[in-house]
Every structure is written in structure tokens, then in C-alpha cells.
């Protein structure tokens, strides 16, 4: 007998973009919806991550200064139980600094 029963699991990491690749690991090869899946700073305040990534970056090398990087990003999704070990595996793949269910 399968577990049907629904979990949510986190992953916190250091930049937007590693948590937007996450995001689409989750929708294109976990087949999870996307209102399943939430996306927002790991800490109190707003924050585009804690390293500059992605957009962040010119192509000269220099680092935007208008998006704060003041902490890591949260990404959590409601999963079924059947899914956790898998998931995690693309999470640690991404290099998630942290990985919880509950």
C-alpha cells in the first residue's frame, strides 16, 4: 500500500536563482503544481538572496546594488509522502543549504 498522505517540505538557499531552478526541478520533474509551491525569504525581512546570482550579476562582473541580499531563500511545496526522498535529492542537487519536511 502507497503513502497518499500530503507533506510540505523546505529548502532554504543562497541565491533567487538557485531557488527558482528548484522551483522548476519541482513542476517539471516532480510533477508538482505550481500553487503547491511557495517561494519567500527564509528570515523577516525581504530579500533577494544572500549572494548575487543571476541578474544580479552584469555581464561585467559587477554586482547590481538595488536587490538586497540580506538572507536566503525559502522554497516549500505541499508533496505527497511518496515524493520526500526524491525531492530532496534535487534539492541537495541544487545545493540547498538546508532541507526539512514536516
Do not use: C, W, Y
Not at 33 to 62: E, H, L, T, Y
Not at 67 to 87: P, R, T
Amino acid at each position: 500500500m502507497s503513502d497518499d498522505s500530503i507533506t510540505t517540505i523546505r529548502a532554504t538557499f543562497e541565491t533567487r536563482e538557485a531557488a527558482d531552478l528548484a522551483v522548476e526541478h519541482l513542476v517539471q520533474s516532480h510533477g508538482i503544481s505550481r500553487p503547491d509551491i511557495f517561494v519567500q525569504p527564509a528570515a523577516s525581512k525581504n530579500s533577494a538572496g544572500s549572494a548575487p546570482s543571476g541578474g544580479d550579476v552584469r555581464r561585467d562582473g559587477d554586482v547590481r546594488t538595488d536587490a538586497h541580499l540580506g538572507g536566503e531563500i525559502e522554497v516549500s511545496a505541499d508533496i505527497a509522502a511518496s515524493k520526500i526522498a526524491a525531492v530532496q535529492r534535487s534539492f541537495g542537487d541544487l545545493d540547498a543549504i538546508r532541507v526539512s519536511g514536516r
